[in-house]
T-cell receptor
Framework: TQLLKQSPQFLSIQEGENLTVYCNSSSVFSSLQWYRQEPGEGPVLLVT?????EVKKLKRLTFQFGDARKDSSLHITAAQPGDTGLYLCAGAGGNKLVFGAGTILRVKS | GAVVSQHPSRVICKSGTSVKIECRSL??????MFWYRQFPKQSLMLMATSNEGSKATYEQGVEKDKFLINHASLTLSTLTVTSAHPEDSSFYICSAVAGGWDGYTFGSGTRLTVV
């Protein structure tokens, strides 16, 4: 069974601070995705990383995929209250996605 | 982009009754759909993989007789919670694959409350 460990579980920061969320596994994934979910809604895809060592930027969000394709990180620069939500990493294994436990981010103004 | 519509968004039912949740891919055909369950402030737990025209594949620990899945067409999968009990109360989410891993689109979820 492929497992994804996501940390931290909870993060409460002030507006303007930077943060990093980590996603680690002992298994290799063909690709890894990051989602953001707001209460009462389905997850929304932020990015898919496929190549080991890949770095993708989406405005203030920077995503990295480890060289061995076993881990990934999400870095948010100058967090804003609108970034508040549940962030989920998910690894593609076989024909389905394996989700990490999620990180609840709260950005206070 | 790909859109997945899930209905109803909220449902309250009495214990012992059955509830059907629909998941539709609106602008693409989905040979595979997935059903998840999510508890408050937790991640998504895969319940089953639904393939068009064949039986669903259930994850370990998920009762297939309780959570009936039907994927009769390339644009519709349904999840029926049979003989619902309060412990079945949860947020249920479907997703559909349009093609490749970037084609993973989620529905908006269904909040089921069994009283």
């Amino acid at each position: 069974t492929q497992l994804l460990k996501q940390s931290p579980q909870f993060l409460s920061i002030q507006e303007g601070e930077n943060l990093t969320v980590y996603c680690n596994s002992s298994s290799v994934f063909s690709s890894l995705q990051w989602y953001r979910q707001e209460p009462g809604e389905g997850p929304v895809l932020l990015v898919t990383v496929v190549t080991g060592g890949e770095v993708k930027k989406l405005k203030r969000l920077t995503f990295q995929f480890g060289d061995a394709r076993k881990d990934s990180s999400l870095h948010i620069t100058a967090a804003q209250p609108g970034d508040t939500g549940l962030y989920l990493c998910a690894g593609a294994g076989g024909n389905k996605l394996v989700f990490g436990a999620g990180t609840i981010l709260r950005v206070k103004s | 982009g790909a859109v997945v519509s899930q209905h109803p968004s909220r449902v309250i039912c009495k214990s012992g009754t059955s509830v059907k949740i629909e998941c539709r891919s609106l602008d693409f055909q989905a040979t595979t759909m997935f059903w998840y369950r999510q508890f408050p402030k937790q991640s998504l737990m895969l319940m089953a993989t639904s393939n068009e025209g064949s039986k669903a594949t259930y994850e370990q620990g998920v009762e297939k007789d309780k959570f009936l899945i039907n994927h009769a067409s390339l644009t519709l999968s349904t999840l029926t919670v049979t003989s619902a009990h309060p412990e079945d109360s949860s947020f249920y989410i479907c997703s559909a694959v349009a093609g490749g891993w970037d084609g993973y689109t989620f529905g908006s979820g269904t909040r089921l409350t069994v009283v």
